[in-house]
């Protein structure tokens, strides 16, 4: 998991801007997954890609969008129709059964 | 689709006594069942898993087993140490093994 970086830690953005979450990885792994974490919950699939020019949606895409046009990159956008982004989100990748995850980002929306 | 449950949300623990983290899952097709480990502020980390094929797996302190005709896995760790405080989650495989669905999470507590 040291392979995966997500930037920046801490975000900070006004209500009503899209902003988009950095995820890199040089596992050369295949999938990649974006979940959501918020107090109290466990981890939430807002989206995921098993091969490159192809993702679909979890459990909770409403709000979001991804792309994934290298292997190495799989970027979510937090849109504004997202009610309410305030979260930690973590990026992972996968190899076989196993998941491994980025370090995450805040984001915090006022 | 699958549901997990998890059980307790809060466990504290006296140093060196065990601790038992349960979950039980919806879907008979899951057939993958990992346990991880996230301290304050950190990434989740993987601890232990276990296959639908094997009924326990252990590791140094850390055991799971798995009853598949209950549709349960729980996580054991004995002798606990305070740098075991953090919380801990469990997952199970849905949809062919490409998707993991988590547990809400246990905070585990271990009092020195």
């Known amino acids: 998991d040291g392979g995966i970086t997500q930037s920046p830690k801490y975000l900070f953005r006004k209500e009503g801007q899209n902003v988009t979450l950095s995820c890199e990885q040089n596992l050369n792994h295949d999938a990649m997954y974006w979940y959501r974490q918020d107090p109290g919950q466990g981890l939430r699939l807002i989206y995921y890609?098993?091969?490159?020019?192809?993702?679909q949606k979890g459990d909770i895409a409403e709000g979001y969008s991804v792309s994934r046009e290298k292997k190495e990159s799989f970027p979510l956008t937090v849109t504004s129709a997202q009610k309410n982004p305030t979260a930690f989100y973590l990026c992972?990748?996968?190899?076989?059964?196993?998941?491994?995850f980025g370090p995450g980002t805040r984001l915090t929306v006022t | 689709g699958e549901n997990v449950e998890q059980h307790p949300s809060t466990l504290s623990v006296q140093e060196g006594d065990s601790a038992v983290i349960k979950c039980t899952y919806s879907?008979?097709?899951?057939?993958?069942f990992p346990w991880y480990k996230q301290e304050l502020g950190k990434r989740p980390q993987l601890i232990i898993d276990?296959?639908?094929?094997?009924g326990e797996k252990k590791d140094q302190r850390i055991a799971v087993t798995l009853n598949k005709t209950a549709k349960h896995f729980s996580l054991h760790i004995t002798e606990t140490q305070p740098e075991d405080s953090a919380v801990y989650f469990c997952?199970?495989?849905?949809?062919?093994?490409?998707?993991?669905?988590f547990g809400a999470g246990t905070i585990l507590r271990v009092k020195s």
């Open positions: 276990i296959r639908s094929n094997v």
């Open positions: 997952a199970a495989s849905g949809e062919g093994g490409n998707k993991l669905v």
């Open positions: 879907d008979s097709a899951s057939n993958y």
């Open positions: 992972a990748t996968r190899q076989g059964n196993e998941q491994y």
């Open positions: 890609s098993q091969i490159v020019n192809d993702f």
